[in-house]
């Protein structure tokens, strides 16, 4: 069984279905690449899949050594190449980090690591930079 099932729309846009959950998620083409930029554009898609793919994998550590990071953000910046092929070169994100005390550094330490070691940061292209700033 798939795990996205996806359809192209016409007009530059695709729509993709979760298959297990239904949740659908449409995108469009940016307005700098001939769409109108009014969804997520694939790009977008993989810029906040690593924000969240982060998120997520420090969700999992909170969890595991009872420190709640709810109500963290991030701010997250994606960055084109100004030359053919268009690809992304760089991925900015900004974490605003909440916890209920104050944390050690070693444990801001685990935090940030367990961040940079998520499957999505993994598995992007060595030639995408990834800056990633921790705001205690």
Not at 22 to 29: F, K, N, S
Not at 85 to 112: G, H, N, Q, W, Y
Not at 121 to 135: G, K, T
């Amino acid at each position: 069984m798939p795990t996205i099932q996806s359809q192209y729309l016409g007009e530059l846009r695709t729509e993709a279905v979760h298959v297990k959950s239904g949740t659908l998620i449409q995108t469009d083409a940016p307005v700098d690449n001939q769409g109108k930029g009014e969804l997520f554009s694939p790009s977008d898609l993989v810029a906040g899949a690593f924000t969240s793919c982060m998120m997520t994998i420090m969700g999992i550590l909170a969890e595991r050594v009872a420190i709640s990071i709810t109500g963290t953000t991030a701010d997250t910046v994606k960055v084109m190449s100004p030359d053919l092929p268009r690809r992304i070169v760089r991925l900015e994100v900004t974490f605003r980090m909440k916890t209920e005390r104050e944390l050690t550094d070693a444990e801001k330490s685990k935090f940030e690591k367990a961040a940079h070691t998520c499957p999505v940061a993994l598995s992007l292209h060595p030639d995408i930079e990834q800056a990633v700033v921790f705001n205690w």
